[in-house]
């Protein structure tokens, strides 16, 4: 991928003169008092606030394909997915720490852009990277994102509390990183058998975005704040509608029925899967990586989502011995399943 671009070894410039290099641009916007450079970081919570952390791993050859994804996008997504973490408590994230262990296939001009994508995150959400680790591998890439956010006590939303008779609520569109991922597998097959022919990409921005670019919901946080809606429960949708819905009945001891005419599936998305011969509706079920908020609200709250286009109101918690259900398009009870397929 970068043979034609400039190549630095690492190695001239050892691992310690690698982290000044890479961080030495990052602001400090929040309540950090040390950041990189010791042995450790030093923030000061805000008095009366909760600390939220959360970590997450990415492997490559198992959570992403450097033939296709550059490494800006990459590092911009490992901070997103973490961050949606943080959102998902209903919780501002304040500080990460970058954890990578490299191998020595990559240059510094590599892991330059990988930097560049996790500086425009930090900017982007504001917030302050604070340390990490960095290792040499045996083979490959892989990093490690820890988060951290705050939220008053009375703020936090958990798994474990939706109430039956509560509403299921979803932010934004569902299966669109799925099917950008089958797009851009489908189009590197093509060019691995041909490599003279150029991917035509026309058309199919919006799933692409979802799969290389996508964006924690933190404008979702802020809207329920200013709506004066607390979610009883929440958590993000990284691996599929489906099964995140199994996980927040389980925490919560409830059962929910979602109707399949409601779920939010975007036209491009819709084409695409389509076109591949799959069921748009099984991409919104077992797709991943949409990192869309899911969560219950009281039905008092139901007239202020109503009619708000960032929020689709997709079910409604029962009893846990009604188990999970879809009530599909011609109004049928199905059994909901909690994966499709999986798609990594
Ligand atoms: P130690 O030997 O104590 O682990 P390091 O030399 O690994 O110290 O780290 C020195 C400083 O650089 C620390 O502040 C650490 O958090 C930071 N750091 C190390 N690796 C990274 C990285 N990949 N990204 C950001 N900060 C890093
Ligand atoms: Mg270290």
């Not at 410039?13 to 290099?21: C, N, V």
């Not at 042995?39 to 805000?46: K, L």
């Not at 997504?77 to 970058?98: G, H, R």
């Not at 691995?192 to 964006?215: A, C, F, T, W």
Request: hydrophobic share 40%; with cysteine.
């Amino acid at each position: 991928m970068f043979e034609n671009a400039q190549r630095t070894e690492i190695s001239t410039l050892g691992e310690f003169g690698l982290i000044s290099h890479l961080t030495k641009n990052f602001e400090l916007v929040n309540n950090t008092n040390l950041g990189v450079g010791d042995d450790a970081a030093v923030i000061s919570p805000t008095p009366g606030y909760k600390t939220v952390i959360s970590t997450d791993m990415l492997v490559e050859g198992v959570h992403f394909d450097l033939s296709y994804f550059p490494m800006k996008h990459l590092g911009y997504k490992a901070v997103v997915a973490n961050l949606s973490d943080i959102y998902a408590m209903n919780a501002k994230p304040k500080q990460i720490t970058v954890s990578i262990a490299l191998s020595s296939r990559f240059s510094l001009e590599a892991v330059e852009e990988l930097y560049a994508g996790i500086q425009m995150a930090c900017k982007n959400y504001q917030v302050d990277l604070i340390g990490g680790d960095t290792s040499t591998a045996k083979q490959g890439l892989t990093i490690s994102i820890t988060a951290i956010g705050e939220a008053k006590e009375e703020d936090l939303s958990f798994r474990n509390g939706a109430k039956v008779n509560e509403l299921l609520v979803v932010s934004g569109d569902l299966g669109g990183a799925y099917c950008g991922y089958q797009f851009l597998e489908r189009e590197k097959r093509v060019y691995l058998d041909n490599p003279s022919v150029q991917p035509d990409l026309s058309g199919y921005d919006y799933i692409i975005e979802r799969q290389l670019k996508p964006e924690a919901r933190k404008d979702i946080i802020a809207i329920l704040e200013t709506l004066n809606i607390h979610p009883t429960s929440m958590m993000d949708i990284s691996d599929g509608l489906a099964s995140e819905c199994f996980h927040l009945a389980k925490s919560s001891n409830v059962g929910i029925t979602i109707y399949e005419e409601k779920i939010p599936i975007d036209p491009t998305t819709y084409n695409f899967a389509r076109e591949l011969d799959l069921d748009p509706t099984m991409c919104a079920l077992s797709g991943g990586e949409d990192y869309e908020l899911l969560f219950t609200i009281k039905q008092e709250d139901f007239s202020k989502l109503e009619h708000h286009a960032d929020f689709s109101i997709i079910g409604f918690v029962t009893d846990s011995n009604e188990g999970m259900n879809m009530i599909s398009k011609g109004g049928n009870k199905h059994p909901l399943q909690a994966q499709g397929w999986t798609a990594f």
